[in-house]
């Protein structure tokens, strides 16, 4: 543990820590354009400059390539290191664009701060700007080579972090150019970050280009929904409409990246056919007379059918919140079913791998990360959780040996074919990890948890809730839709966020959905009530290895001001709800909808 | 005067294996592999006091000696002959005079170190040498003086040719072994350096051509002859002195280690042309400051020309006469190493281009004195780049500063160079 100085502050830290983490651990933050944590030290850009006063190393170093060591004197603010620092700026702005103001990235970029914070604001060199063709890279990622500082970081996380090929670093000098060989789409499945890592504005969203500043942005912490593995994003919004999702850094989960379809994925928050409005057989409502008529037609329905004859059921990708709901609705209804997912298959599957990893068992992606062997098992986590594809390379990069059992499937990585488990020498392993999904035989995996006890599980769910919603089917008997329906008794079916297929809908006579989006069971329903979006709401997810994260709400509900009339905007009636925000989330109508049956009960209606 | 690595050479061809072998060639590698260890060799080697001969001058027994003994897994030598600095040639004449010193130079090299798989990493545009090399290396492989049981030693010893598809950066080690191992030439970081961790993560030697040729004759007569062939006490052995530039007869020179500046000029090179007097020379290559008349007396040695403000490098002398403007010479080679930079990092990708600028400037007689502050900027700052491309590609300017800064200011104050009528 070496100790040293900085800016007269001393500083403990790990063997092998750069001066520049160092620094930052005691909150000194020094410029850094190709460092990055996640893909660590280059050297390339010079701008962490740093001057050693006194110790084993002294002078002007880059405090991103330098280990701490016992007895170093560091200071950021000599004036020759501040002088180096200056001077890389100077460097970077002879070719760098000054058009800040039309520029996409203006507002949240490394080098407009950097530039401003170092005070370069005259111009010594006298020549001409050196500029590039731009490629096109698909519909996803615009591409301005010419604000390009060079700092590699796009083709190391391209090639070396994300395993790309179709995307490198061509020419030398002042020609260096980061593109593809031809123009086209970019092929990996992670290509989104780029966007992130970035520290200018040569990649950009370009399903977000040039349609709000950073200062404006509606934003909070997220989880995204797009599978079970729960990777932590900021969504971006303005004027109501989902703008983007850019991917935030948690050791423990996604690290500092996101897969591309969970970042490009804000098409169904925006749908433009979104249920925005109660409906009532046809007709619009508002929310108040839709849960009212909601009550008469269980009253009516419990007297035409006997009690049980409605289910509620909700679904694996409705959150925490909403869910723990359920079984209080279904109680004061005496529902006949209470049910979470559609298939008994799912039902069963969920219920008992949540068993399985439920003793502490699961391996988050950092352990994947930091497994030394990892068996891939009955699943393909590139198209079932795609950062778990990243997290498995990312092990393999570090020397871990990754098995496939026998399965059709690519990796971003090498890896070995055997016929069976048995065959994987597990025993050998310091931190094991086998990936699979629902389709793995929990008996099996069961027995290999109870013969090794480093062995750790990451079972991939199908939905954002999976986990969560399958602890409450074990604690309130839920069953599932396809159980529910087999005799024949219910005859109505509340949705809560349920994706029923129309097959399971049509001998039900009645329907009412809660939903957000415009599912084949809202397009049935006699009465629908809008839900929130996840970016509309707080809430929470639980993930596939049983870890509870909140997501912050982001962005009232409403029409983005985009899909209004244009003679209607800017509104002349002033109302306190936005057009088509009525919306509420789930777990407040469930709550409205408890308290109208409870006050009913107790004869205040 | 003796020469050492020129003493096969043939008017107008190539040495013959035959002519080698019967001139004395390969007996050093016999006696070597009959009566010497491993250690003994590089003792021997370290005894000559024999510097590299690639530009930065450690000595080559030394750079031997770190690497680790006991590490398994295989470690590399490769010869460095990627000769791409202006006014250098040295090992181009040398190889297309005579491959076989190189040959016998490395494996003995190999032996010391324990290598059994050495790279010659050619300059593109050497076809002739590559050719001489290739072949030098199938013949000493027929006469079972390569390959495997040398000499029925036991010791194995392969040697590849790889000609590089071409850029002056290849010639820094680790970028050079970026370049051979398929990868961009980029410098590597050091920490951890070649001879812990090299080419495919071996211990790894790069050696210069005619650091590596010299070894042979070491080995063969001895590091006390090896020393005293030097014309100072403190030098050791012959180097080849390349000349370019304004003198009678610009040519490749085996001369001893430690000879004046003036008298390399005035002798072998015959003096400056006529009509021309001497204004400047570059004593090592186009990354070393400048001479002037005042260091007519420097011995080319290593450490003397370091005292002196610059650098011996390669002992390519390029020689400039009393009519060259040396901010346009300066401007010409700055040019060369701004068009060479690998791109890696900022002072050198953007920072040679504003030398570039600012010395255009000044030579078409825009330029202020203000631009000369910030030239004195960038010798400073170019220093803190990732390799020493940018640092080497500031020494003539440095030297441009140092021994011609009126010069630039009559180019400033006359608003055009003095040079040009």
Redesign the interface.
């Known amino acids: 543990m070496p100790k040293l100085i900085i800016d007269d502050i001393t500083v403990e830290v790990a063997e092998g820590t750069t001066l520049l983490e160092a620094a930052q651990s005691v909150d000194i933050p020094i410029p850094h354009f190709c460092w990055h944590p996640a893909l660590g030290?280059a050297?390339?850009?010079?701008?962490c400059?740093v001057k050693l006063l006194d110790g084993p190393v002294k002078g002007?170093q880059?405090s991103c390539?330098l280990p701490a060591q016992e007895g170093m004197v560091v200071s950021t603010t000599d004036p020759e290191a501040v002088?180096?620092r200056r001077?890389?700026i100077e460097?970077?702005m002879?070719?760098h664009p000054h058009d800040c103001p039309v520029c996409d990235e203006g507002g949240e970029c490394q080098l407009q701060d950097y530039t401003i914070a170092g005070g370069h604001g005259i111009r010594?060199?006298?020549?001409k700007k050196r500029t590039h063709v731009n490629q096109y890279l698909g519909p996803y990622i615009e591409h301005e080579m010419n604000r390009c500082?060079?700092c590699?970081r796009c083709v190391r996380y391209y090639q070396e972090y994300a395993g790309g090929t179709d995307f490198g670093?061509m020419?030398?000098?002042?020609?260096?150019y980061f593109g593809r060989f031809q123009e086209g789409q970019l092929e990996s499945p992670f290509s989104g970050n780029l966007v992130d890592i970035c520290p200018t504005g040569v990649f950009t969203d370009k399903t977000a280009r040039f349609r709000a500043r950073y200062w404006d942005y509606d934003m909070a912490p997220s989880v995204c929904p797009g599978c079970s593995l729960g990777c932590n994003t900021t969504p971006v919004a303005r004027y109501r409409e989902l703008l983007k999702t850019v991917a935030r850094r948690n050791d423990a989960v996604n690290g500092w990246f996101i897969c591309d379809r969970g970042r490009f994925a804000n098409s169904a928050v925006n749908a433009p056919l979104r249920p925005r409005h109660a409906v009532v057989d046809s007709r619009e409502s508002c929310v108040e007379d839709a849960l009212d008529t909601l009550l008469l037609r269980i009253h009516a329905l419990g007297e035409l059918h006997g009690p049980g004859s409605i289910a509620v059921v909700g679904s694996s990708r409705m959150a925490q919140e909403a869910a723990e709901l359920l079984p209080q609705l279904a109680l004061r209804i005496a529902a006949g079913a209470l049910c979470y997912r559609t298939t008994r298959k799912e039902s069963t599957e969920t219920s008992s791998f949540v068993e399985l990893v439920h003793t502490g068992s699961s391996a988050s992606q950092q352990d994947v990360r930091k497994s030394d062997c990892i068996v891939v098992y009955g699943c393909d986590p590139l198209n079932e959780a795609p950062m778990m594809a990243m997290a498995i390379r990312q092990a393999w990069r570090s020397g871990a040996t990754v098995y496939v059992i026998e399965h059709k499937i690519t990796l971003p990585c090498e890896f070995t074919l055997r016929a069976t488990l048995d065959d994987v020498p597990l025993a050998e392993a310091e931190r094991p990890v086998i990936i699979c999904n629902l389709s793995a035989e929990t008996d099996q995996l069961d027995k290999l948890l109870e013969g090794h006890s480093r062995l750790k599980i990451a079972p991939l769910f199908p939905a954002a809730n999976s986990f969560g919603t399958a602890l409450l089917m074990r604690e309130h008997g839920a069953i599932s839709l396809e159980e529910a329906l087999a005799d024949g008794e219910i005859k109505g079916i509340i949705s809560i966020e349920a994706d029923i297929p129309a097959a399971l809908l049509g001998k039900i006579p009645f329907v009412a959905a809660l939903d957000w989006q415009a599912t084949a069971t809202v397009q049935a329903a006699q009465i629908v009530i809008p839900t929130t979006a996840w970016v509309e709401m707080n809430g929470s997810y639980i993930n596939y290895e049983g870890r509870a994260q909140h997501f912050s709400k982001v962005m009232n509900p409403g029409v983005p001001v985009k899909g209004l009339d244009p003679a209607g905007h800017p509104p002349h009636i002033h109302r306190s709800t936005a057009t088509g925000g009525e919306a509420l989330p789930a777990r407040q109508l469930l709550a409205r909808l408890i308290k109208l049956l409870d006050d009913g009960n107790r004869g205040l209606s | 005067m003796e020469q050492i690595l020129f003493q096969h050479n043939k008017p107008g061809r190539c040495v013959t294996f035959a002519e080698y072998q019967t001139e004395g060639g390969f007996t050093a590698l016999k006696k070597a592999l009959a009566a010497m260890t491993p250690d003994e060799v590089q003792q021997v080697v370290i005894d000559s006091g024999l510097r590299g001969r690639g530009g930065a001058g450690f000595p080559t027994g030394k750079k031997w000696s770190f690497v680790p003994r006991n590490l398994p897994g295989p470690r590399w030598l490769i010869c460095n002959c990627d000769e791409m600095e202006p006014g250098t040639y040295k090992d181009r004449i040398l190889l297309e005079a005579n491959p076989y010193s190189l040959i016998e130079g490395i494996t003995l090299a190999c032996y010391a170190i324990g290598v059994r798989h050495a790279f010659i990493f050619i300059r593109r545009g050497y076809e002739q040498a590559a050719a001489n090399l290739q072949r030098a290396i199938s013949e000493a492989a027929a006469a079972g003086l390569l390959g495997e049981n040398i000499l029925g030693s036991g010791f194995d010893c392969a040697i590849d040719v790889h000609v590089s598809a071409g850029?002056y950066?290849c010639g820094e080690e680790t970028a050079l072994m970026n370049a051979l191992e398929g990868k961009?030439a980029n410098p590597r970081?050091k920490p951890p350096f070649p001879a812990i961790k090299g080419l495919w993560g071996g211990p790894t030697v790069v050696n210069n051509v005619e650091s590596l040729a010299n070894i042979p004759y070491i080995i063969a007569n001895g590091p006390a002859w090896f020393k005293a062939t030097a014309a100072t006490p403190e030098a050791a052995g012959m180097k080849l002195f390349c000349i370019s530039g304004h003198v009678t007869h610009p040519a490749c020179f085996e001369l001893p280690l430690g000879m004046k500046l003036g008298d390399i000029i005035g002798g072998p090179c015959g003096g400056m042309r006529p009509g021309s007097s001497f204004k400047a020379c570059l004593p090592g290559g186009a990354s070393t400051p400048y001479f002037t008349a005042d260091h007519w007396n420097i011995p080319m040695d290593f450490d003397p020309v370091a005292k002196a403000g610059s650098r011996l490098g390669t002992g390519g002398i390029v020689v400039f006469d009393h009519k060259t403007c040396m901010v346009a010479a300066t401007l010409n080679l700055v040019r060369f190493y701004?068009?060479?930079?690998?791109?890696?990092?900022?002072?050198c990708?953007?920072?040679l281009?504003?030398v570039v600028?600012l010395l255009e400037?000044i030579e078409s007689g825009q330029g202020s004195d203000e631009h000369i502050e910030?030239l004195r900027?960038h010798i400073k700052?170019l220093n803190?780049?990732?390799c020493a491309l940018a640092p080497g590609a500031m020494g003539p300017v440095d030297g441009l500063l140092r021994h011609f800064e009126d010069e630039i200011r009559e180019h400033n104050r006359n608003g055009k160079c003095p040079c040009r009528s």
């Open positions: 030290r050297g390339a850009c010079r701008v400059a002007i880059m390539m002088a180096m001077h890389v460097w970077l002879i070719n010594r060199y006298s020549g500082i060079q590699y670093v020419g030398s000098a002042g020609r260096v | 850029r950066i961009r970081a701004a068009r060479e930079s690998c791109g890696w990092c900022t002072p990708r953007e920072g281009p504003f600028n400037t910030i900027e700052y803190y780049a990732f």
